[in-house]
C-alpha cells in the first residue's frame, strides 16, 4: 500500500470524485490558480477548469450562501474555507440554512454540500488558531467529521461528497504533511463510525483529528512502562458513534478524553456525560478530560506550546488515573 500525505489524500478524494461525477464543482478563495492557502487543490483547475474550480471573492457568506444554492440546484459543491476561524463570517449560511433547508422543506430539498475548513495553530494568533468543532457538532442537520489519519481523510471526504447531507469536514493544517498507508483503489468511509486505533486493557483514550497521533505517541511511551491504552477514534463528532467506547470502558473502566479545544461545554463533556449515565458501573474512577488552556491562543511560540495537550502530558495524566 503506498504512503501517502494527509493533503495528497484529500487531493486525490477530491479527483477522483471530481472525475467520477461531473456535478462535483469546487469553489472557494484561491483554490482554482494558486490552488488553495495550503495546497490541497494544486493541479485541479488545470484538470478541470474554471468551471469547475471556481475562484470567488473575499466574502465567506457570500459563496457559502451560493454553495447551499447550488445544492439546492443539483450540484454536489465542495466549498473551501481558508480557515474555520472564517467560517464565523459565513455562520448564518452554515447553521441557518445548509442545515436546516431539508427540514424546513418538509424533505423535499437536498442540501448535498461538503464544508471544507483547516483548523489548528501555528503562530497564527488568536483570532487564526481554533477548531470550533463543538460548535458544530452541536447543531442537528450537519454531519460533522474531523479526520485524524491520511487513510480515513480520503475515505471519508469521498463519502462527504457523495453525501446527500450537509457536512462540514475539519482537517487539522498540521496533519497536511503527516504521511500514511493509502490505497490507490476505490473506497469511501461511513460516517458515525469510531474505530479502535489500538488496543489495550488499563485506561481507554479517547481522541480524534491530530490528539489522535498524540495519543498514540503517548500509549506508546507508556506501554514501556508496562500501561497498556486502549486509543479510539471518534472520526465523526455528528454522529457520535460511542458503541466502541463503551466496550472498551466494560475492559478498562478507566476513560481519558484528548481533545484540542478547550473543555468548558465541548466535545470531552458530551462524551464524559454520556459514559458517565451509560456506563456508571463500570467506572473505577471519574472520566478524565484534557484540552487546551481556557485562555485565547498566544502569539508567543513558547508560550503557544503549553497550550495544547502533548505527548508528555497526556502519558502524565494516564499514569495519575492508573492511581
Known amino acids: 500500500m503506498a ?18 461525477d461531473e456535478r462535483v464543482l469546487i469553489l ?3 483554490v482554482g490558480v494558486w490552488g488553495g492557502s495550503y495546497a490541497v487543490t494544486r493541479g485541479l483547475y488545470d484538470v478541470f477548469g474554471a468551471r469547475r474550480v471556481i475562484d470567488t471573492p473575499i466574502a465567506e457568506a457570500e459563496f457559502i450562501g451560493a454553495a447551499v444554492g ?25 447553521v441557518n440554512n445548509a442545515a436546516k433547508i ?21 503562530q497564527l494568533g488568536a483570532t487564526h ?31 462527504a461528497i457523495r453525501s446527500d447531507n450537509p457536512v462540514v469536514f475539519i482537517e487539522h493544517a498540521r496533519l497536511y504533511g503527516m504521511k500514511g498507508e493509502v490505497p490507490d483503489g476505490e473506497y469511501t468511509l461511513p460516517f458515525g463510525v469510531s474505530d479502535v486505533k489500538r488496543t489495550g486493557k488499563d485506561v481507554t483514550i479517547v481522541t480524534w483529528s491530530r490528539m489522535l497521533q498524540v495519543s498514540l505517541a503517548a500509549a506508546e511511551t507508556l506501554s514501556k512502562e508496562g500501561i497498556e491504552c486502549e486509543v479510539i477514534d471518534l472520526r465523526t463528532l455528528r454522529p457520535l ?10 475492559k478498562t473502566h478507566r476513560v481519558l478524553v484528548v481533545e484540542e479545544d478547550w473543555t468548558t461545554l465541548g466535545m470531552g463533556a458530551e462524551i464524559a456525560a454520556r459514559i458517565a449515565h451509560d456506563r456508571f458501573d463500570q467506572l473505577d474512577a471519574p472520566v478524565e478530560r484534557l484540552g487546551q488552556t481556557e485562555v485565547p491562543v498566544p502569539y508567543a511560540k513558547n508560550l503557544e506550546a503549553l497550550m495544547f495537550p502533548d505527548e508528555p502530558r497526556v502519558a502524565e495524566t494516564v499514569r495519575k488515573l492508573i492511581g
Open 3 to 20: 504512503e501517502k500525505s494527509y493533503r495528497d489524500a484529500i487531493r486525490e478524494a477530491l479527483q477522483e470524485e471530481m472525475a467520477r
Open 129 to 159: 488558531s481554533q477548531t470550533f468543532e463543538g460548535w458544530f457538532a452541536h447543531v442537528p442537520g450537519l454531519i460533522v467529521a474531523m479526520p485524524g489519519t491520511p487513510y480515513d481523510a480520503k475515505g471519508m471526504l469521498k463519502s
Open 241 to 250: 458513534d460511542l458503541a466502541p467506547v463503551y466496550a472498551s470502558v466494560e
Open 102 to 122: 431539508h427540514y424546513m422543506f418538509g424533505g423535499q430539498v437536498k442540501v448535498p454540500l461538503v464544508i471544507r475548513m483547516p483548523a489548528g495553530w501555528g
Open 28 to 30: 472557494g478563495e484561491e
Open 70 to 94: 447550488m445544492a439546492m440546484g443539483g450540484l454536489r459543491p465542495v466549498a473551501e474555507l481558508m480557515t474555520i476561524n472564517f467560517s464565523l463570517i459565513a455562520i448564518d449560511q452554515i
